[in-house]
């Protein structure tokens, strides 16, 4: 735990990628495995469930400490985050170096889940007392189960080919699917074995860059593929010794969510993995034409998908991609082979849930230009170009795989509420509220906490400190005058908010420091962008 404690205070600490790397390259020469496993586990979102409410925690830091509830709650709003809140608020306590290892502390979490609160406060207050300030903010992490240890995915398999002497796409492999920490050693995990012992193991996914420049610059068309930019959830279709399963790009288990999905069970060959979009569509349409996402999100989250929203989101799958073949990886074969199987596959399943991701044909780039502009007409979010020689790679690479996405629709608004942010931002007030006219009053329509740059954060910050006109716990309402432009998505109909109207990945684009709140847009501009693009 200590050693644990160390790696996550100096990547705290660090700001480059290489010398993260390094840290974590170090932690794992010296670690013992199963501590290793966990901090896999840790990184990949493999965390046990919170063990103590973060209310309990609360109580009993504000009951050791003395200070009043209120008080507590002005700490924790200055510093956004509980477990750092707790760390600095305990009196120093008597720190041992005889401390658990970071193993036998998870391993005690998932004992003590069905303890009463009595033993829990036995064990977290006597925790507290034995630990020194970074050994406190890691367990309290680790208890409330929002334990991110602050590195991608790609440092991590990069760290761990470095230790067993292996691509590091075989390591992101192997690290992927379901397993237990708490029954994995680190031998196992890493071993060939590991692929083989689990048939329902995805792969790895390969991401796209975002195309900043023309097309022009990819040189020649007949060298890729397009294809429509799908608005959906990311997933793989895997069926291996006569079961399947449906995975997330974010690596959860989806098969039960997805009902629609079970009887290809018996209509795909085995050893069969299709690379896609989880959408919602009505299948009766013969055209591809997928409901927009917020349908989707109905399902999303959900432990038990209801007969009604079944009905009213029904699931397809948009394949796009072929990475096993009658029980063979074939991701190393050009995209433009795994295309052709993947066309026959599709084919002779012959079921309208699974369908094929239609390539846009072009001649010239600027064909394709003018193509794109009908993205949102489909429900797609732009074009991926791919190049046909490529092989499927693991995580973000640069060159082959490119996102074209369209322009983002654009509102102006009004700040008119403010919060304050989490992390190194959360001494600012970086988290807004923003509202558009209806006649003489404003309404309230998103909120969005990025796109501004640190100063701009730093100077909005000031004006939400002088101009705050009321308190609401942690929410300030501020004086309707800064004006900003708003990118966003999509949008859609949403019966849970006042102006009637949801977006879709709504971030602040610019500050309109030459425009004033009488500049701002309406409700009824986001109704006629609504009918235009929503749903």
């Known amino acids: 735990m200590k050693a644990f404690a160390r790696l996550i205070r100096s990547l705290g600490s660090s700001t480059g990628s290489n010398e993260k790397r390094e840290l974590l390259t170090a932690y794992f020469k010296e670690a013992a495995g199963a501590d290793a496993v966990w901090v896999i586990a840790l990184s990949s979102g493999r965390r046990p469930r919170r063990l103590v409410p973060s209310t309990r925690l609360q109580e009993w830091c504000a009951e050791w400490t003395g200070i009043p509830g209120w008080l507590f709650a002005e700490c924790y709003h200055t510093v956004g985050d509980l477990a750092e809140t707790i760390a600095l608020l305990l009196p120093e306590g008597t720190p041992t170096e005889n401390i658990p290892s970071l193993r036998d502390y998870m391993h005690t979490f998932l004992q003590l889940q069905q303890a009463s609160e009595e033993e829990k406060k036995a064990f977290v207050t006597g925790n507290w007392q034995q630990l020194d300030a970074d050994e406190r903010f890691v367990f309290n992490k680790l208890i409330t189960g929002g334990f991110r240890i602050g590195v991608s995915q790609q440092l991590l398999v990069q760290a761990l080919a470095r230790l067993v002497e292996l691509n590091p796409s075989t390591i992101a492999h192997r690290i992927s699917g379901k397993w237990d920490p708490a029954q994995t050693s680190l031998q196992e995990l890493l071993s060939a074995d590991a692929i083989h012992n689990d048939r329902s193991k995805p792969y790895p996914f390969y991401l796209s860059y975002a195309l900043d420049d023309k097309p022009e610059a990819l040189e020649e068309p007949a060298q890729w593929q397009a294809e429509w930019k799908w608005d959906g959830i990311r997933g793989q279709i895997i069926r291996r010794g006569g079961t399947l399963f449906v995975w ?288």
């Not at 909120?447 to 929410?475: I, M, N, Q, R």
Request: with cysteine; proline share 5%; aromatic share 10%.
């Open 248 to 535: 997330s790009r974010g690596e959860e288990l989806l098969t039960e969510k997805f009902p629609e999905y079970l009887h290809l069970q018996q209509s795909l060959p085995d050893g069969t993995v299709l690379d896609g979009e989880i959408i919602s569509m009505h299948r009766e349409v013969a055209t591809l034409q997928p409901l927009p996402f917020s349908a989707l999100q109905i399902r999303i989250g959900r432990k038990q998908v209801s007969r009604r929203q079944l009905q009213e989101a029904p699931a397809a799958f948009i394949a796009y991609d072929l990475l096993e073949y009658a029980g063979a990886d074939i991701r190393t074969r050009p995209l433009a082979e795994r295309r052709q199987l993947l066309e026959q596959v599709v084919q002779a399943v012959q079921d309208p849930v699974l369908r094929l991701s239609p390539l846009v044909p072009f001649a010239h780039w600027d064909e394709l230009g003018e193509l794109r502009l009908q993205a949102r007409n489909n429900g797609s979010e732009g074009l991926m170009l791919k190049r046909r020689s490529s092989s499927y790679q693991a995580g973000r690479k640069r060159g082959d795989w490119w996102k074209w996405k369209l322009d983002p629709l654009m509102i102006d608004c009004v700040l008119v509420y403010a919060q304050k942010g989490h992390g190194r931002r959360s001494n600012l007030y970086t988290d807004y509220t923003f509202a558009v006219r209806d006649g003489d009053r404003l309404v309230t329509f998103t909120k969005a906490y990025s796109g501004l740059t640190d100063a701009e954060f730093a100077e909005v910050d000031a004006f939400v400190k002088k101009h705050a006109l009321e308190k609401f716990g942690p929410v300030r309402t501020v004086k309707p005058e800064l004006v900003f432009e708003i990118a966003f998505e999509g949008i859609a109909a949403s019966s849970r908010h006042k102006s009637g109207v949801a977006l879709r990945f709504p971030r602040m684009n610019r500050w309109r420091k030459d425009k004033t709140v009488a500049d701002i847009n309406t409700l009824d501009d986001l109704k006629t962008l609504l009918q235009q693009y929503g749903s």
